[in-house]
Nanobody, 115 residues
Framework: QVQLVESGGGLVQPGGSLRLSCAAS????????VNWFRQAPGKDREWVPS????????NYVDSARGRFIISRDNSKNTAYLQMNSLTPEDTAVYYC????????WGQGTQVIVAS
């Protein structure tokens, strides 16, 4: 049974940092690409960054480039999203997505950036 458990969300002040984690089990994590998405209230789900199965070629949405860092540790079946210089516009529920067809989604972790 595939299970993705996300953690690391919370309330942070503008300019602060958070590191999200996505721990996977029940799948071949080291052979699958990872994406993070976010969904703000009243908005569509938005892709944020992606990384290949080998941890190469990270890509970012323009609003995250230079502030967010996606990474993975295949020995721990875990993906990470380090988020720095957070702004209120980063407030959203963040989801990890592993694989493409089929794709597996985490349950989401809430990030609130507010003073």
């Amino acid at each position: 049974q595939v299970q993705l458990v996300e953690s690391g969300g919370g309330l942070v002040q503008p300019g602060g940092s958070l590191r999200l984690s996505c721990a996977a089990s029940g799948l071949s994590f080291s052979s699958l690409g990872v994406n993070w998405f976010r969904q703000a209230p009243g908005k569509d789900r938005e892709w944020v960054p992606s990384i290949t199965f080998a941890g190469r070629s990270p890509n970012y949405v323009d609003s995250a480039r230079g502030r967010f860092i996606i990474s993975r540790d295949n020995s721990k079946n875990t993906a990470y999203l380090q988020m720095n210089s957070l702004t209120p516009e980063d407030t959203a529920v963040y989801y990890c997505k592993i694989g493409y067809a089929p794709a597996y989604w985490g349950q989401g972790t809430q990030v609130i950036v507010a003073s």
